[in-house]
């Protein structure tokens, strides 16, 4: 495939109108939307990674109740910012959300950078993140890339999905309308969100359908995709993604001010159905990579148990940070 990343200026201004067009009107009044607080938006971008917006709304509604300033977040215990988090998944963001706080609030003054680049630097913030909150909170004209615009980009300009990642960036970095960097950031996020979907895209309706260059063959192309031969899906309850969420949220349900935390037999019978002695050392490999993302702290138990105990790993006890 030859990829152009040349956009003509008539087309250039006919995807910028009718986008910014489709967003005046379909815009949904989301909070995050209604500030330029940079924390603000660190919470809300850093919630919204692998997650839908209607779930995240209630917990960013909590967590700025809870920590209204970055300030209150870095101060706050990290087994609080974990319990509140609960229900939400993905605990480490919780981790990494709390780590950017402490450097903004003892590296930087509790003031954060406006550059993306500097962003970058901030304990989990990704390209993505930083060019987000430089945008929504301040304004900038940058581009930055989530699924859901890489889609959107990859199907207007080019008309395939296949581009690599620096060229959908550039073609985004040359879409960006002067002095538009919040509204059209905001408006391509929302387009693929609600409009040019993964599955089911709404070409028929699209008012970008004129200059899209997926659009001729848009339909073909997905009816491929979905004869496709399905994959093996290995069941979630199988995953260590699942026992982590297991783990983390066992320890949630320890009392606030327990130090002493749980002992790995105890919490292994409570997240495995038919946990035995064997199964051990497997989840003390979970739990060691809970406390590498900082989710948890693994301590050697004060009662006197069996040598032959401590060798396999069940003389620990796990509790939140």
Known sequence: ????????????????????????????????????????????????????VDR???YYTRFLERFPTV?????????????LWSGLG???????????????????????PDDPVALKKLPGIGSYTAGAISAFAYERDVAFLDTNMRRVISRV????????????????????????????????????????????????????????????????????KRSQVRKTIVPFENTTRYYRGRIVETLRGLPEHDQTGIALTELGSIVQEGFAQENIP???????GLQRDGLAVIAEDPVPYDASAEAAGSGLRVRLP
């Open 90 to 112: 993905y605990n480490r963001r919780a981790v990494n959300l709390q780590r950017a706080a402490v450097v903004i609030v003892n590296e930087l003054e509790g003031r954060f």
């Open 282 to 288: 497997w989840l003390r490999g979970i739990v060691e």
């Open 157 to 224: 300009v080019f008309g395939s999905e296949s581009v690599t990642e620096s060229e959908a960036l550039q073609a985004a970095e040359a879409l960006v309308p002067l002095g538009h960097g919040w509204t059209w950031n905001q408006a391509q996020i929302e387009f693929g969100a609600l409009h040019c979907t993964a599955r089911r895209p709404a070409c028929i309706v699209c008012p970008l359908r004129d200059a899209c260059a997926a659009f001729p063959t848009m339909q073909a192309t997905l009816g491929s």
């Open 1 to 52: 495939m030859t990829v152009h990343t040349d956009i003509q200026p008539a087309r250039l201004s006919l995807i910028q109108a009718s986008l910014l067009e489709w967003f005046a009107a379909n815009a949904r009044d989301l909070p995050w939307r209604r500030t330029r607080d940079p924390y603000a938006f660190l919470v809300s971008e850093v919630m919204l990674q692998q997650t839908q």
């Open 71 to 83: 300030h209150n977040l870095a101060a706050a215990p990290t087994a609080e910012v974990i319990r």
């Open 56 to 58: 995240v709304l209630p």
